[in-house]
């Protein structure tokens, strides 16, 4: 049962600007994590149903806190990891804590919670139990270039999901959309009693909630950072082929890194040069589709067609720090070497853990991003068009990021509360978006166009590669995210940071400053460059290499 006794005022409708009133604070108390700093949890009673005006059900959120460590405070942080269908309580409750700290400036309290439909928060989930999940078919991980039957094949999946989503999580499915998570969001703001104003730092997914809550909110909005940006207008759309644009980019920076560093990068024996390299791969990997590789990989003999290395590389080109891995499994595809090969393994999309009864694709695919998206049609035919331009755009991410269109438009659900306004506004304080100009899934197009909305607001151009700024970490655009948060000051429009890590590169932050004296002694207080490059390249552990979500 969602219901507790209700804290709210009965019926009040929370809209643009509008937030229902709190009459109580977040009840905190501590709380045991598996971080390295001490933490408080937290809950916050706050409406089930925003919009619907004769209901008193009310939801629990759960929170989690770690306090500032420098004085004097300058209020809380709200973030968001991503997905959508990323629990945001572990993000911060984690071992990334510490890393957060420094990289906001550590002035700020930092707040982690579970959006609806993830974590604990309204579990969304198709199935009623873990055996029908693992027995129903539902065309997620099938690539709609596989075949010429893939995309029917994959169509008809999709639909019976959507309508076993009906059948068995018909109360829930209208509750989890972004408009509702926004709505929290403020909510939490006002239970803080601080100032009622709005700081927040969201990645991937984590953007478009970003832009959705400062275009409802807009007089509410503190400092506010997005990184790895999603062009909003095609997110609720759902018609995304801008999201593809770099992806092809970005994945032939993994040949010219590799083929420029021989020495780190094992497949570069196979071929002379990155051109040389790029056509071995597409080669094998089109050859997979009519005669898949069977490797022994820890004992087992795990087969390796077209499906399994697309996903392989899909999930490395989150983050340069797997590229090695990508490059010796590949490696070891060519020469048939299967200890090389089971390099593979850590890149392998990951099984749900248990942890939470809504991991899977239908929590993140299904039952938030769905149902927030505006397009519904029946008609398979009149999707070819689209599912084309996605195919012309990026040949290594083109039949993977259009799937999900085949679960948009036909999901049985319509988020209520969802944000149908524009998105050309001014907030209170001007927003800053970070965008990479090689990130293979948010592409800096979007961090531009999205910006090109929010008046007075910045891109922070990244140079780096991987998904978010975190990806392949730059000491650069670390200053000027964490000035954003401790002195409200944005770069200057057109500033591009470059990354201080280089692609196969083994260096450490302590050659990359060096000399610095005494690295090890400092703490969280410090200010200095060394102890902030050292807290993102550990923050780049967050990128999510299941391959879950956006």
Aim: net charge negative; hydrophobic share 35%.
């Amino acid at each position: 049962m969602h219901s507790k006794p209700a804290i709210l005022l009965a019926g009040s409708l929370c809209t643009r600007e509008a937030v229902c009133h709190i009459t109580r604070p977040v009840n905190w108390f501590p709380c045991t994590q598996n971080g390295t700093l001490p933490i408080m949890c937290g809950t916050l009673t706050v409406p089930l149903d925003y919009v619907n005006a004769t209901s008193n059900a009310t939801l629990e959120l759960q929170l989690v806190k770690v306090s500032a460590v420098k004085q004097p405070k300058k209020g809380s942080i709200l973030f968001n990891p991503g997905g959508p269908g990323s629990p945001g309580r572990d993000l911060i409750a984690g071992a990334e804590a510490p890393s957060f700290l420094v990289a906001t400036g550590g002035y700020h309290d930092l707040i982690g919670f579970d959006p609806r439909g993830t974590g604990t928060t309204i579990p969304f989930s198709c199935y009623p139990d873990e055996i029908s999940r693992l027995t129903q078919p539902y065309g997620f991980g099938l690539y709609l270039n596989l075949s010429d039957t893939a995309i029917g094949q994959s169509w008809a999946e999709k639909r019976v999901f959507a309508e076993t989503c009906f059948q068995n999580a018909r109360d829930d499915g209208e509750l989890i959309g972004t408009g509702y998570v926004a709505r929290d969001m403020m909510q939490i703001v006002d239970a803080l009693g601080e100032d009622g104003l709005l700081r927040y730092w969201g990645f991937s997914y984590g953007t478009a909630l970003g832009e959705t809550v400062a275009a409802m909110f807009p007089k509410r909005m503190d400092k506010v950072v997005l990184d790895g940006c999603l062009n909003p207008h095609d997110y609720y759309a759902g018609i995304d082929v801008e999201q593809v644009t770099d992806s092809d980019n970005s994945f032939d920076g993994f040949f010219t890194g590799c083929a420029a560093h021989p020495e780190a990068c094992e497949l570069a024996q196979d071929a002379p040069t990155p051109a040389d390299l790029k056509r071995k791969f597409y080669d094998l990997l089109y050859s997979l589709k009519y005669e898949p590789d069977v490797a022994k990989v820890k004992g087992n003999a795990t087969i390796f067609d077209y499906n399994a290395v697309k996903a392989l590389v899909q999930t490395a080109l989150y983050s340069t720090k797997t590229w090695p891995i990508l490059a010796t499994g590949l490696h070891g595809l060519f020469t048939k070497n299967d200890t090389a090969v089971a390099a593979l393994v850590p890149l392998q999309p990951k099984a749900p853990s248990g942890i939470y009864p809504n991991e899977g694709p239908e929590a993140y695919i299904g039952g938030i991003r769905s149902s927030d998206v505006h397009f519904r049609t029946d008609n398979l035919t009149s999707l070819q068009p689209i599912l084309e331009q996605f195919f012309a755009k990026s040949q290594i991410l083109g039949d993977s990021l259009s799937s999900p269109l085949l679960t948009y438009v036909q999901w049985p659900f319509r988020a209520k509360g969802a944000y149908t306004g524009e998105f050309h506004i001014k907030t209170k304080n001007p927003i800053l978006f970070v965008g990479s100009d090689r990130d293979a899934r948010t592409p800096l197009v979007s961090a531009q166009n999205a910006s090109s909305g929010f008046e007075g607001s910045v891109v922070l151009q990244h140079g780096g590669y991987g998904h978010t700024s975190l990806a392949q970490p730059a000491l650069c655009t670390a200053k000027a995210i964490r000035a954003c948060f401790v002195n409200g000051t944005l770069p200057a429009p057109g500033t591009k940071c470059e990354p201080t890590f280089g692609l196969f590169s083994n260096a450490t932050v302590e050659q990359e400053l060096a000399p610095i004296a005494n690295f090890t002694k400092r703490t969280l207080e410090s200010d200095d460059d060394g102890v902030l490059l050292s807290a993102i390249t550990r923050l780049n552990t967050m990128i999510p290499y299941s391959g879950r979500g956006l």
